[in-house]
């Protein structure tokens, strides 16, 4: 059996290096880079399933191949589903991992309510028809951020199950509990029982 192409639809390498490291040699993983291709996709929907949508429709208009993306959000009970959809530009455009992080601790001090979650949307597009995928992680977030690895939140989410910030564990040990690693198995099955 052939093993599948895809090309992996965004920008940030931390989520390619993840997904490589999920699907190994199953799956011919592209990314955007590797493929020479340099654009900045637009996210303007209010849904991780809009957005995921968009990125994965643009890049398949541009190149006709099968192709996936994916939106992830932080979705903080206290903060009535924020920074959610937008947790890239929460602090605002451009603004760093660290500028979110802060507004975000900012935005939960004096709150005994720490529950949240990851979720992620993936969106495959295989042989001109669009499939949806979706892997959750529920945790809790810290009062101060610690650990150094990952990116993003990964410093300030527990993820349950877990008693240390994904910022504190190997890239493994985040896969075992991740949102992204549950919706890229599914994306995986899914190919294994359709070729
Ligand atoms: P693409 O759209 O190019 O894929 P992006 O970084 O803009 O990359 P998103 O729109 O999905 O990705 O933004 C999600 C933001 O949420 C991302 O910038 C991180 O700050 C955060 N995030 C996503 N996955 C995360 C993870 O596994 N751990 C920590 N933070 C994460």
Redesign the pocket.
Known sequence: MQIPKLIFA???FN?VKEIKSVVGSSIDIVSLADAGIEID?P?PHITLKE?ASE?SSVIHALTKENCF??????EVEALNGEPGVK??RYAGDGRS?QE?INLLLNNLSGKTNRSAQ?RTVISLIWNNQEYFFEGICKGQITDIQYGEE?????PI?IPAGSNKT?ASMSMEEKNSF???KKAIAQLVTFLKNIQ
């Open positions: 965004t920008n940030n989520k996709i996210e957005n990125k993306s994916e939106d992830t959000g932080l947790s890239a991992f979110n990851f990952g990116f993003g939140y990964d989410f994904f991740s949102h992204r």
